[in-house]
């Protein structure tokens, strides 16, 4: 008796599982409805209330994100020449920024550039990357405009920057490579500023706010 029950206590959960399986076009429950139907518009979804209904759509004309400034030099043999004759470094060179200048070039750059930026870093020692000159090499005569330019859109196997690092922290960067160059070279350390950024070359750098403040001051401005 006790063995006929257990037969059909088994059948009848087999018989569960196989019905709770069937249907080949609809489920049968959805616990979360709204993880398989979501409540707003799906970006690449078509719907007939938009343009070619499609959700996602193109930014207006000549709109920019808010906190970035367009990059004026070109990724050509031609803009490279002109960043590295005529690009200055905006930042003032300061303890503050050669500090995190370096500890950002630890994280991007030492591994192959070295720490002393003789172009013996780990990977180089290793022999997993190859031809990486030294900051003193004669034949580069890197400044200023030509190190941000590469660090902006990357030259030969180095790739670009631009995403992991800020305008500011590329400019810091920037400095710390300027200041290892000079060491290499044997020249004089060079003297710290004061932290000021001219208005002139302030167009060059991320807003000094980060764009939700701002528009919290604005709001807070309008009230008052």
Same mark, same amino acid.
């Given at each position: 008796? %006790?063995?006929?029950?257990?037969?059909?206590?088994?059948?009848?959960?087999?018989?569960?599982?196989?019905?709770?399986?069937?249907? /080949?076009?609809?489920?049968?429950?959805?616990?979360?409805?709204?993880? *398989?139907?979501?409540?707003? *518009?799906?970006? *690449? &979804?078509?719907?007939?209330?938009?343009?070619?209904?499609?959700?996602?759509?193109?930014?207006? /004309?000549?709109?920019?994100?808010?906190?970035?400034?367009?990059?004026? *030099?070109?990724?050509?043999?031609?803009? %490279?020449?002109?960043?590295?004759?005529?690009?200055?470094?905006?930042?003032?060179?300061?303890?503050?920024?050669?500090?995190?200048?370096?500890?950002? $070039?630890?994280? $991007?750059?030492? =591994?192959?550039?070295? /720490?002393?930026?003789?172009?013996? &870093?780990?990977? =180089?020692? %290793?022999?997993?990357?190859?031809? =990486?000159?030294?900051? /003193?090499?004669?034949?580069?005569?890197?400044?200023?405009?030509?190190?941000?330019?590469?660090? $902006?859109?990357?030259?030969?196997?180095?790739?670009?920057?631009?995403?992991?690092?800020?305008?500011?922290? %590329?400019?810091?960067?920037?400095?710390? =490579?300027?200041?290892?160059?000079?060491?290499?070279?044997?020249?004089?350390?060079?003297?710290?500023?004061?932290?000021?950024?001219?208005?002139?070359?302030?167009?060059?750098?991320?807003?000094?706010?980060?764009?939700?403040?701002?528009?919290?001051?604005?709001?807070?401005?309008?009230?008052?």
């Amino acid at each position: 008796m %006790r063995s006929l029950f257990h037969k059909s206590l088994v059948f009848v959960i087999i018989a569960g599982f196989l019905n709770s399986c069937a249907g /080949d076009r609809d489920r049968n429950y959805q616990y979360f409805p709204d993880m *398989y139907r979501p409540v707003p *518009y799906e970006p *690449y &979804g078509a719907y007939d209330i938009f343009a070619n209904q499609q959700e996602a759509k193109l930014p207006v /004309d000549g709109t920019i994100p808010r906190g970035w400034m367009p990059y004026d *030099y070109e990724d050509t043999p031609e803009g %490279r020449a002109d960043a590295k004759a005529n690009l200055k470094n905006p930042l003032p060179y300061t303890e503050e920024n050669l500090t995190k200048g370096k500890a950002l $070039y630890t994280v $991007y750059c030492a =591994v192959c550039h070295g /720490d002393k930026g003789d172009g013996q &870093g780990t990977l =180089v020692e %290793r022999e997993k990357i190859l031809g =990486v000159p030294s900051y /003193d090499d004669p034949g580069r005569s890197i400044t200023e405009g030509s190190v941000y330019h590469a660090m $902006y859109y990357g030259l030969n196997n180095m790739g670009s920057y631009a995403v992991q690092t800020s305008i500011k922290e %590329r400019w810091q960067i920037d400095h710390y =490579v300027m200041s290892l160059k000079d060491k290499l070279e044997g020249n004089p350390e060079r003297s710290f500023q004061t932290n000021t950024v001219t208005q002139e070359n302030s167009d060059n750098l991320n807003p000094a706010e980060p764009a939700e403040d701002l528009s919290e001051k604005d709001q807070t401005q309008s009230e008052e």
